[in-house]
């Protein structure tokens, strides 16, 4: 195969770095890790084996389909998106459960039998039974391993965000014992920094694991993901004239610049357009002019030449802030087009 001219470094010590620091603050709870959409496009495979050399015994995707790609992996999968008619023929994958949530899923999941998850609706609206629905005996009978919840506003510092957090996980407290379930399981990334009493049984980092940091209190996550691309081009643009579409950059002096192999189809955003930089080793090489659909343009100096790689200021808060792109777009952005490389 012919290498990309653009790929994603990738820490392996970063990745195992952060699941130990959530496992840590996750307290008496054991700490999941989710690996849905590819480990947030890092690589689902090669993330869910690091992690379970690591001690990680609890996976998450979204769907069936990413459960029989993992198959041969020996990791416990849950489904978040639970069992459609279509999903029957994976029902019996090994090791593999639906996250159950709704009416319609209890009774398919019943003709099957086995172990199963169940999602309840604690007020993001999203998926899950009402609190109501398990109170009355919805999941009766069923063998449930995990009851879960997903907190809505986790991330955030505000008055109502901490009111409605409380109120999710109070709602949830009291389903304890209702369902015969063996653990509880609340908590995403930022949830697991609220403390404590939002833990429960199992938590299910996800952006956390992979570089980002939803609140303060997990500064001390490691980058993972750092793209690079390859220059293909070096050239001299004379003071006065201007680069890339639309002429949005002008040369102030006779410039040094470097076409990188790199643009918005492979995920780097246009919202960095004239805002990013790359480095060259330490010298920082700031983009020029609008991101192209392939291509982009930075100021370089140096031994920078035709066939050198650059790396792309990458840091998820920091080019998040930037950019006005969610940490989690960044990241699940990346596209095909890069060699995933693990250090």
């Known amino acids: 195969m012919i290498p990309s001219a653009c790929r994603l470094s990738l820490s392996s010590a970063a990745l195992v770095h952060n699941w130990r620091l959530l496992d840590q603050m996750s307290g008496a709870a054991a700490c999941g890790a989710a690996v849905k959409a590819d480990a947030y496009g890092l690589g689902a495979r090669e993330v869910v084996t690091r992690l379970q050399a690591a001690g990680c015994r609890d996976f998450f995707v979204a769907t069936w389909r990413e459960a029989r790609a993992l198959a041969d992996t020996g990791a416990t999968l849950s489904v978040l998106h639970g069992i459609r008619a279509q999903d029957l023929p994976l029902a019996g994958l090994r090791n593999a459960r639906p996250v159950l949530s709704t009416r319609e899923q209890v009774r398919r999941w019943r003709e099957v039998g086995g172990a199963c998850d169940v999602m309840v609706d604690t007020g993001m609206n999203r998926l899950g039974l009402s609190p109501a629905e398990v109170a009355a005996g ?134 960095f357009s004239g805002l990013g930089r790359a480095f060259a080793g330490d010298h920082a090489c700031p983009v020029l002019g609008r991101v192209s659909m392939d291509l982009l343009a930075v100021e370089c100096g140096g031994d920078v030449g035709e066939g050198d790689w650059l790396s792309l200021d990458y840091a998820l808060p920091e080019a998040a802030a930037a950019s006005g792109v969610s940490q989690y777009e960044l990241l699940t952005g990346m596209g095909a087009r890069f060699d995933r490389v693990w250090r």
């Open 138 to 271: 919805v999941t009766d009978g069923l063998q449930v391993e995990t009851l879960m919840s997903h907190l809505a506003c986790a991330d955030e510092d505000s008055g109502q965000g901490r009111a409605m957090n409380a109120r999710q996980r109070d709602a949830f407290a009291a389903l304890a014992g209702r369902t015969g379930a063996r653990r509880m399981s609340l908590c995403n990334s930022a949830g697991i920094a609220l403390g404590a009493d939002y833990h429960f049984d199992l938590t299910r980092p996800g952006l956390a694991l992979y570089g980002g940091v939803p609140r303060a209190e997990l500064g001390a996550i490691r980058q993972v993901a750092t793209p690079q691309a390859q220059v293909l081009q070096r050239r001299r643009v004379p003071a006065g004239e201007t680069v890339g579409y639309n002429a949005t950059w002008t040369a102030p002096a006779d410039t040094e610049v470097a076409i990188l192999n790199i643009g918005y189809a492979d995920g780097y955003r246009r919202a």
